[in-house]
């Protein structure tokens, strides 16, 4: 149980286009759900935080506009990085959490990842 | 505030031996969890041990053990008799207050 799919798991596109990467947990209701961004060997970096029905909350220094997040139901979550640009190509990763009970504490499901190329 | 170190930017051992991948947390939180995490270069996060803050016995999964000393806040991981495929990078975590927080990793490489 407690599986988390992202798709696409790569993508490239051209300068300025708009790309939308989707969370998905598949046989669990996530009451959280997490969005970070991973340069090659580096740390995870998060970006925001989205409960289901409520705007993200973003960490500082990430841009709201170019970094659209919508958390749409228990079960998805939506990444739109808006008029990409080369330097937002990275490794994106979502996870998933369920605020109550669990035998982990908070634990958090992440998805594959999704790498994406802007050229 | 929260935070993990892992100082250790990049480990060897040879093949069939054990190695231990540090990690030092800080919290004022008395309830959190920590965990270790795998990252193949395929870039999944693979979750392997977890540990209460609260756990008096030091977990274990198969050839995974976290080294859990409270009073000095460290959460090392044993990994026993490795294997080729053990070869990643590896991430200590830490869950507090809704929040989580990742050390730099540590990339391990198994040489045979």
């Known amino acids: 149980g407690a599986v988390v799919s992202q798709h696409p798991s790569w993508v490239i596109c051209k300068s300025g286009t708009s790309v939308k990467i989707e969370c998905r947990s598949l046989?669990?209701?996530?009451?959280?759900m997490f969005w970070y961004r991973q340069f090659p060997k580096q740390s995870l970096m998060l970006m925001a935080t989205?409960?289901?029905?409520?705007?993200?909350?973003?960490e500082q220094g990430v841009e709201k506009d170019k970094f659209l997040i919508n958390h749409a139901s228990l079960t998805l979550s939506t990444l739109t990085v808006t008029s990409a640009h080369p330097e937002d190509s990275s490794f994106y990763i979502c996870?998933?959490?369920?605020?109550?009970?669990?035998?982990?504490?908070?634990?958090?499901?992440f998805g594959p990842g999704t790498r994406l190329t802007v050229l | 505030a929260q935070k993990i170190t892992q100082t250790q930017p990049g480990m060897f051992v040879q093949e069939k031996e054990a190695v231990t991948l540090d990690c030092t947390y800080d919290?004022?939180?008395?309830?959190?969890?920590l965990f270790w995490y795998k990252q193949p270069s395929s870039g999944e996060m693979i979750f392997l041990i977890y540990?209460?803050?609260?756990?008096?016995q030091n977990a274990t999964e198969g050839r995974y053990s976290l080294n859990f000393q409270k009073a000095r806040k460290s959460a090392n991981l044993v990994i026993s008799a490795s294997q080729l495929g053990d070869s990643a990078m590896y991430f200590c975590?830490?869950?507090?207050?809704?929040?989580?927080?990742f050390g730099d990793g540590t990339t391990l490489t198994v040489k045979p």
């Open positions: 989205s409960n289901e029905g409520s705007k993200a909350t973003y």
């Open positions: 540990q209460g803050s609260y756990d008096q």
């Open positions: 919290t004022s939180d008395p309830s959190y969890g």
């Open positions: 046989d669990f209701q996530a009451t959280t």
């Open positions: 996870s998933a959490s369920v605020d109550a009970g669990g035998p982990r504490y908070n634990e958090q499901f």
């Open positions: 975590a830490m869950r507090a207050a809704g929040k989580s927080t």
